[in-house]
């Protein structure tokens, strides 16, 4: 089943998308939207397009578990989501990704505009990785 993750952000937003198989995850872009509802719309039509099946919203806990402004308000985007799409929307745990993509982007030389541009989009990728991987591990286990 194709799996759509989602890296929300307050102005650029990352997509990436899983084969059929749940192997792969590929980059799909990045959204330069700042009003949440029309970002929903949009992704929305990015789900469609792409036939996914299952949206994994990043979800920014602290590093000590807690839930802070940025998290909630990934979780009311989430909401508006699940109001607008067939198929489910499940929060991930996303710590770190984003201190991860920095990482990549660095190891492979990528800097000024070039990087604000993939940034999300690498976040979005490494969090439905992260995803994929979780799956692969416990098949049973429904999210």
């Known amino acids: 089943m ?5 890296d929300y952000g307050d102005v650029r937003t990352g997509l990436a998308i899983s084969d059929n198989s749940e192997f792969l995850a590929s980059p799909v872009g990045t ?5 949440p509802r029309r970002l929903a719309q949009k992704i929305s039509q990015t789900a469609q397009e792409h036939g996914a099946r299952l949206i994994v ?3 920014p806990i602290n590093m ?3 839930k802070g402004p940025r998290a909630e308000r990934c979780e009311e985007f989430a909401q508006m989501l699940r109001e607008l799409v ?8 996303e710590r770190s990704t984003t201190v991860t993509a920095h990482n990549i982007l660095n190891t492979t030389n990528v800097r000024g505009k070039a990087r604000k541009a993939v940034v999300d989009t690498v976040a979005a990728t490494i969090i439905l990785e992260s995803y ?4 692969r591990k416990n098949p049973q286990t429904e999210i």
Request: aromatic share 8%.
């Open 132 to 135: 994929l991987e979780y799956r």
């Open 57 to 59: 919203v990043g979800l």
């Open 86 to 93: 067939d198929c489910p929307v499940e929060m991930w745990d």
């Open 31 to 35: 959204l330069t939207e700042r009003d």
């Open 64 to 66: 000590n578990g807690t």
């Open 2 to 6: 194709k799996i759509l993750a989602v």
